[in-house]
């Protein structure tokens, strides 16, 4: 049998060696582009996490009272908040459809850091991410939105927050938030207690 073996080899030695070049040149493609997709992907995701909008809700997130100025509509908005306002600023607008120029800004930049959650979302539902990847830039604050006792913001916060993200369908961002272990919550208006804060 080995005899058989051998003398096949030697009989056919260009095509074994024309086959281990083509294997060795798919192997080093397949490096090459997992390369240039890792290249891609942290592109991306330097992207997302140096966008305008993630410091500003970061730090409303960080803070329970605070002016940040906004950029809407070409100019900056001055949007002073509490955590009162940012629940009523949250609500469905079944409740109350009318925003002020304050509002409608900080629900804007709320939109765009949401945006950016579902495209990592994406990421990371591709495979091109993986929760160890993004929890250590995300994780605090995911902790801050997802967890009721969370030393940082309200029980009503957290609540009126989720709400926002079922009520206006942000799928993506749900799942993300909940594959990095918080989200154990259902929608309920009044847990949030929207109400409309004194001016």
């Not at 493609?29 to 942290?42: A, D, L, V, Y």
């Not at 730090?59 to 940040?68: A, G, I, K, Q």
């Not at 900080?106 to 929890?135: H, M, P, T, V």
Request: aromatic share 14%; hydrophobic share 40%; net charge positive.
């Amino acid at each position: 049998m080995w005899h058989d073996c051998i003398e096949l080899l030697k009989t056919h030695y260009k095509l074994v060696f024309a086959a281990l070049a083509l294997w060795i040149v798919i192997a080093q493609f397949r490096k090459t582009q997992r390369w240039r997709s890792g290249q891609f992907i942290t592109a991306k995701f330097e992207a997302i996490r140096n966008n305008p909008y993630t410091t500003i809700i970061q730090e409303m997130l960080d803070w329970n009272e605070s002016t940040l100025l906004i950029p809407y509509k070409g100019e900056d908005v001055p949007v002073h908040f509490t955590d009162e306002k940012l629940v009523w600023m949250l609500r469905p607008h079944k409740l109350d459809a009318a925003l002020t120029d304050e509002e409608a800004a900080l629900r804007f930049a709320f939109d765009q850091y949401i945006n950016d959650l579902e495209q990592i979302n994406y990421l990371q539902q591709s495979g091109l991410l993986k929760i160890r990847d993004i929890k250590p830039f995300y994780g605090y604050w995911f902790e801050i939105m997802g967890r009721k006792k969370n030393g940082r913001k309200g029980e009503r916060t957290i609540q009126a927050i989720h709400n926002y993200l079922v009520h206006y369908r942000h799928d993506g961002a749900l799942r993300l938030i909940r594959n990095c272990g918080f989200y154990n919550m259902r929608y309920d208006e009044a847990a949030a207690g929207y109400q409309k804060p004194e001016l």
